[in-house]
């Protein structure tokens, strides 16, 4: 049965020091309130997977929450670095950094291989590229039909994979609604999912062949309005572009990222405080 | 005829590449510009794939971000990323698409992972993203990037996509790699058995040997080079009109959702 | 651009004999109309592949259309046998029948794998059976991570693959509500897709994550009401489960069946004449 | 309490076996009517999924067929069909498969592909469809089979799915096989190392030796045998409702669609 609890309880009860995590959502439904709560309960030697490591890794990396990242394309979108990754890569700040990388195409069968709980994806891929020489995950095997090569890359199981979405229902069903990335797949590979919402409804609205995740594939869901922010929730609120614009500012020096952290994650006891903390800075 | 800068002639020249139709694999930036203005021109059925899982998306203003939730509702079908590297790129249903990185040779293959070593990166660059598998799968590939002797280099210190790289044929990749590169400073196209970058077109006003100076291997120029028309007043009045609704709509104030 | 096409010419230009077919839809959304006018066109020699051959197959087979079939379940769903399946493999009648048989989950990956030009797809499957000693297309790989065995199947990729829908835009766009099987991989796996629909609208009703087959994937559609009848269009008709009794008895006899498909397949010009000489008949 | 047939019987000491919340993989006639039995009386949190793609279903009637509108308009979700079988039943989330066939042995190994030889069958029946997979994946597999020595035979015609089967712990299947066989004669439950279908529970009224009778191997049979309740009055009631709304449901004419 999913459990209804707090982000908190959520975060305590089901995250350990050392665990795989898959914080997923592509742009959209990223799930930031529970990123800022791994950081405020202190977890670490985590290894973090997501295809697009976002300001939410950053901000993970940068606490030194992190000891290995499985990822495709780790950048600020639209602005340009992330500069805590980049710290953490070129400097070993605050502390050294494991490199696990991968195309988009291939992040995303070594999820959908996840959720299949198949040992491997393929695909055509890693063509005219240095990444297999310098990944030794990426190999190969051969059609037993063609003869052709084919790349591999290991399933990606998350011990937890964390969601944010727009509703659940009371029975722990979850739907999303609009843009999923790999959202879907990072959920079913998972050993547990938590995921945060928007709202917590009777019914979830009609919708046959939508992205739904049923109940008993859910470990728990934490009602946090506003838990993707500063990315958007379709149909509740944008994505705040000027926030990944000032984030730019924000990370490129250890010590104001640090006193960022310290006064809008750190001292505050949850979301709604952060979001507060956020409002009087402005 | 009005003036223009070499931003807006980079992505009128990108645009007129395009015919109606065409299924598209853009990126942010400079590519989804030169397609929205294709869309919004000659070519009304172009057809627009952004890899967050938006197909045929026809948005009234640019996106900031590769999944902007205009992109999701403007769009004929949203669907899951997978899907969109498997059964549409992988399976070779992109006509075009569209790429830029940090560096690139004058083979067309492109760095967009580090700069130095791998092991010790003087600078971590965000990495590959859709491009490898763009590179190898897209029908053509269309290269956007402004031209200087740092970006368009004797080599690469990476090689993250591949473009005209020898093998290529045997590679196992279905598309044709770079057809074009289209920079500031002029339009190069692949030349001979190699597939070297060569300048084919320049600008109005922007003489060859410009694009020589910005371009930091022994730039080929083809002997009859041919000088791109310049904006007309209908590109630039739609693009400029794009690009004023997509300001508009991103100064509206976004409040923090408390 | 998507053809708009009669169903009787998008059949005459687009489907040859010798073709690989897939007509697909599970239970719901059967291709009955093009399936008989592939009959009324004497199309032969095909391959056909299907994950359930349901009646549509028991009269393409009956009638001596089929030289192969992919299948993994070959009954009248809740009746019984398909009687002119069983007729051309007990006694090839009216001519031999190759057989590649399959599970359900390993045409699921075949049509999968064939979606993503992958040369085969595979599945932790086909333990205990007595299926891969009789069919020489299930393999196995290694995988290069854990060493495990794995099954493996060739990719399924049609010649043309048909499928019916409820709507499509006049854009070519085609839209399916509700059950719908391996619909979209047959569809995406395909070198050619004709769809005939219910409908053909102005503007597709909104569904941002539905199931839609992009205009660009789609080759032809064709608008036949009803031409999922005996089985049903969500929204529009509601199965017939009672012909789907009936069949048993049409089907049961050589001399029956021929004369049912004479009257009523043959003899008619088009699926609305189809649907007209059955209620005459009743 | 009242008069009750013997598919009565089975369908009801089906559905007892069932536990609130599981997830249950249902096929099309008794098993169906079990499994939905069970979700209006003592399981209202059972997860039903029909390999159409359809979870979480909760019909007011029975389906005729696996992929009835009344399976999608009920449902949590409906799904494409392979990502049932790769995510749900690949990835060990069915707790419960229910598996009927022309043929099984004493170890719960059946057979719906063929009587006779492959290539040459005297029948030729459906074939595999899901059964497969989901007697090796599911966590444990239920058969419902109507007891004949025709069906229940020392030796299978054909391996269609496998029960406890030499080396299935070795083989990749996830699942624990079959943990029991509900038949019209009684209940069988797998047996010592060899994992023999053994007689466990008989109904009352149907004396063993009408066990024995109608299987085909020799029917071992538990010191310690139990009885199965008759259905109570209020399960059958809901049964029969059930029953009932599914045969006026079905007695509504189709129209042709013309």
Known sequence: MTEFLPLKDAIAKHVADGDCLALEGFTHLIPFAAGHELIRQGRKDLHLARMTPDLVYDQLIGVGAARKLTFSWGGNPGVGSLHRLRDAVENGWPCALEIDEHSHAAMAVGYRAGAARLPFGMLRGYIGTDLPARNPRIRHVTCPYTGENIATVPAVNPDVTILHAQRADRHGNVAIDGIVGAAREAALAAAKLLVTVEQIVDELPPAMNNIVLPAFTVTAVSQVPGGAWPSYAHGHYARDNDFYLRWDAIARDRGGFTAWIDRHVRATRDHRGFLASLREAA | ?258
């Open chain 2, 1 to 258: 005829m009005s003036e223009y800068t070499r931003d807006e002639m980079m992505t009128v020249a990108a645009a007129r590449l395009l015919r109606d139709g065409q299924v598209c694999f853009v990126g942010i930036g400079l590519p989804s510009a030169a397609c929205n203005l294709a869309r919004l021109t000659h070519a009304p059925e172009l057809v627009l794939i952004y890899e967050s899982g938006t197909i045929g998306t026809r948005p009234t203003v640019l996106p900031l971000s590769i999944g902007d939730g205009e992109l999701a509702e403007t769009a004929t079908c949203v669907i899951p990323l997978p899907d969109i590297f498997s059964d549409y790129l992988q399976a070779g249903r992109i006509d075009i698409g569209f790429l830029g990185a940090a560096q690139i040779d004058r083979f067309g293959n492109l760095n967009s992972t580090v700069i130095g070593s791998y092991d010790k990166p003087k600078t971590r660059l965000p990495g590959a993203g859709g491009a490898t598998e763009i590179a190898a799968h897209a029908r053509q590939v269309f290269v956007v990037m402004k031209a200087s002797p740092r970006s368009f280099v004797k080599k690469i210190d990476f090689q993250t996509s591949g473009g005209h790289f020898p093998g290529r044929p045997q590679s196992g990749a279905r598309g044709a790699g770079p057809a074009v590169l289209v920079t500031d400073v002029g339009i190069l196209k692949p030349h001979g058995e190699s597939g070297e970058f060569t300048l084919s077109a320049v600008y109005p006003g922007i003489p060859a040997d410009e694009a020589r100076a910005a371009i930091g291997w022994p730039l080929a120029v083809l002997p009859e080079l041919d000088t791109c028309a310049p904006p007309t007043a209908a590109e630039l009045e739609v693009l400029r009109a794009l690009e004023a609704r997509t300001a508009a709509a991103h100064r509206e104030p976004v409040r923090l959702p408390l």
